[in-house]
């Protein structure tokens, strides 16, 4: 993945452990590299590697790791000049939620060689529900997501989020999230 994931990363360790908690991070993943470039692909290995670290320093599962990336990945996003993307593609929360795909592609432009995820509405149940799929040609990242999703709509001042990863159907190959907001 593109350096900019790692560097959230380690931003998110920081922010919380310091510089000791960093190196500890480090030591556990058994990753050697302390610093990542925002423009250069890294192998996914390392991520997943530094994601493996952060839950053996803080006893936290991976899904609660993810959970807490996704959404820390927003403000730090943000920080990081992309604001205007949330701005551009999402004018509301219902409409920054069509647009994912969109945001990504935009990105792609300035990153060739992303491959970023691919997201569809599969049904848009009412004004505030919907259900949406997520399909990754990476395994285990979902809860990223929900933690994704809870920040985003925190920027819109939505009110009473619920997320549901649902069940998986055997005819989608997608992971499924269930939406809802007033
Ligand atoms: C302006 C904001 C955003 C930027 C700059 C951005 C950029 C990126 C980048 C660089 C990657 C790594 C992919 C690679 O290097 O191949 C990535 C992955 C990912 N992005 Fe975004 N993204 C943004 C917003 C979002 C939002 C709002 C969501 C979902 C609600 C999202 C969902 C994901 C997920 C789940 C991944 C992990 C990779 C995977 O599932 O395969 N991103 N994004």
Known sequence: MYGLIN???KQLVLDNFGESGWQKVLDEAKVKQTNFEMLTIYNDDITYKLVGGACAVTGKSAEE??????????????????????????????ECMINLNRMHEHMGAMMPGLIPP??????????SEI?????????????MVSGLIQALSERYEVKN???????????????RFQIKWN
Do not use: H
């Not at 040609?137 to 809860?143: D, F, I, S, V, Y």
């Open 7 to 9: 560097m959230a990363i």
């Open 65 to 94: 790791i993810l959970k807490l990336f996704g959404a820390y990945w927003v403000k730090y996003a943000a920080g990081a000049g992309y604001e205007p993307l949330f701005k551009l593609f999402g004018p509301t929360f219902k």
């Open 118 to 127: 691919e997201f569809n509405l599969e049904e848009d149940i009412a004004e």
């Open 131 to 143: 259900i949406l799929q997520y399909k990754s040609q990476r395994k285990g990242l979902a809860p």
């Open 161 to 175: 989020l619920q997320v549901n990863q649902l069940e998986r159907k055997e005819s989608i190959e997608a992971e």
